[in-house]
């Protein structure tokens, strides 16, 4: 991956590249390698010209990565690169002697070890990846990049986004004084997108109730803070680590907003007041501000620009599924646009991106403001705490919203009649010990054959270059005897029995173009 700075003025040239990506963040990166696996060439623009900020460290950069996103990394092998998981305790896990292990929240209400029923998601098998993982967004930024330049993405740094021109078959892109020319665009900018605004894309949504902060500091007198997450009648604080806070201040957003410098003072004041403590910070080493605002894009696409991530959709950080939606942007988009690009896309199919993430990015805008429903500081919001907080120490409400905040339930609409259409298809393991995950490395679709039906096989060799037959017995087939599975890992068609032949022409036909 070559990487060039904005005086570098040898960088222009007159290439018209397959894609060009607005963001170097794990979207973008993620995206670029997804086009880079098809052999589409990407060129990834970044306004900032050093990759590395301090709000990217830890724990600042602490990220938990959902099982959407697992089996995505696992899938393309990229999962083992990623050792932070490795070393690192969950930083809101409870501590001491007797406690069950949290797994995670809503709205700050825990779920635990041991309260959740795996059994109920019958799209996993006990080999499956994790539900859930804790990693590192330097981490992640570095390992994606190595893909990228692995690939040979080419990426510039210190070139902000400045002007859009699209025409029917292709768009031009102004940075200063300098200009690239890309088939397609599609943003991966974050939540100030200039590809979203130059685009013309509408953004509509909620405003925000809580201005939150970020910070790292040095308190005088620690002891009078209590660890992990604290929901009080004025707000939040969560001290992950000693000297590491998040606060929530229901202002409205009001600070957030104003632009005014984040002192010690302030950071100081709020902390007081939601705390309920005359704490005293010594020290404000780092601090960033953010807020519940939760918009979406009416639609990810206009006419050759796209967006994806938070360039598409924003909502609060509670829950951490920012990223993870983001990602899943990715794995879902990238294989859509290459074969556009390679004419081997069937009619629609880029069109299903919007179709199968937009209602997603809306579940996950909800599931954000609902959580912010019941933190407010008020009578109403307390009384659905303590519903909430009843029905998550059942078996089947800890379950729900494990489910829910792992990402395990996420399924799209494909239609079909199998239970499993329209989900990741379960890890399974084959004769040899090889298992599915590990067979998708290359980015293309399966048509999974657990009986060696010949007709099954003969309609994969229809669609070879898009395409490949696996056969062969398995520990356990979850009552599948048949799968065509999606580069993204979904399971576009499952049968149970003897397979429907036609039916799986076209579906097949809806989703690959024949060699």
């Known amino acids: 991956m070559k990487v060039t700075l904005e005086g570098d003025k040898s960088a222009q040239n007159n290439s018209i590249y397959d894609v060009i990506v607005s963001g170097a963040g794990p979207v973008g990166l993620f995206l670029a390698c997804e086009l880079a696996l098809a052999k589409r060439s990407v060129l990834i623009l970044e306004k900032a010209e050093n990759p590395h900020s301090p709000l990217k460290q830890l724990p600042f950069g602490i990220r938990g990565l959902s099982a959407p996103t697992i089996e995505a990394l696992y899938r393309r092998g990229l999962l083992q690169q990623l050792e932070v998981h490795k070393r690192l305790k969950n930083p809101h896990q409870n501590a001491g002697q007797g406690l069950r292990r949290q797994l995670g929240h809503f709205a700050g209400i825990p779920f635990h070890e041991g309260d959740i029923d795996t059994n109920q998601w019958t799209n ?76 013309g894309f509408e953004f509509a949504g909620t405003e925000p109730e809580f201005t939150g902060y970020t910070t790292r500091i040095d308190i005088a007198d620690p002891e009078k803070l209590k660890p992990g997450r604290n929901v009080t ?47 005293t910070i010594n020290t404000l080493h780092i601090a960033t501000t953010w807020t519940d605002r939760a918009r979406q894009a009416i639609t990810y696409r206009n006419g050759r620009i796209l967006l994806a991530g938070d360039a598409a959709h924003i909502h609060s950080p509670l829950g951490g599924q920012g990223l993870n939606l983001g990602l899943g942007d990715a794995m879902n988009l990238g294989w859509k646009l290459a074969a556009t690009i390679q004419n081997k896309a069937p009619k629609g199919l880029l069109n299903s991106y919007n179709t199968e993430r937009h209602p997603i990015g809306a579940q996950v ?78 980015g293309m679709g399966i048509l999974l054959d657990f009986d060696a039906n010949t007709s099954l096989k003969t309609l994969a060799g229809e669609y070879s270059d898009r395409m490949k037959y696996i056969s062969g017995t398995t520990k356990e087939r979850l009552g599948v005897s048949a799968a065509l599975i999606r580069p993204d890992g979904i399971i576009a068609w499952a049968a149970s029995g003897a397979p429907d032949y036609s039916e799986l022409q076209m579906v097949a036909a809806r989703w690959f173009v024949g060699s």
Request: include cysteine; glycine fraction near 12%; charged fraction near 25%.
């Open 365 to 442: 805008l909800d599931w954000s403001r609902a959580q912010v429903a019941i933190m407010k500081p008020s009578p109403g919001a307390r009384a659905l705490q303590a519903i909430m907080r009843d029905l998550m120490n059942t078996r089947d409400g800890a379950t729900y919203f494990a489910g829910r905040v792992w990402g395990v339930s996420t399924h799209y609409d494909l239609g079909g009649h199998h239970p499993l259409a329209g989900y990741s298809v379960p890890n399974f393991e084959l004769g040899d010990g090889t298992k599915i995950g590990e067979l998708m490395h290359d």
């Open 233 to 279: 009648p004025r707000g939040m604080y969560l001290q992950s680590q000693p000297g590491y806070l998040m606060i929530q201040n229901f202002d409205g957003g009001a600070f957030h907003g104003s632009e005014k410098p984040i002192t010690r003072e302030h950071v100081q004041e709020v902390l007081r007041r939601i705390s309920d403590t005359d704490v």
């Open 124 to 199: 996993r098998l006990p080999g499956s990846t994790d539900t859930s993982l804790i990693s590192e967004m330097a981490e992640l930024e570095t390992v994606l990049a190595r893909r990228a330049e692995t690939l040979g993405v080419e990426l510039k740094r210190g070139l902000a986004v400045t002007d859009i021109h699209q025409t029917e078959d292709r768009v031009t892109v102004q940075s200063g004084e300098q200009s690239f020319q890309g088939k397609w665009l599609v943003g991966c900018d974050g939540s100030r997108s200039v590809v979203r605004k130059l685009g």
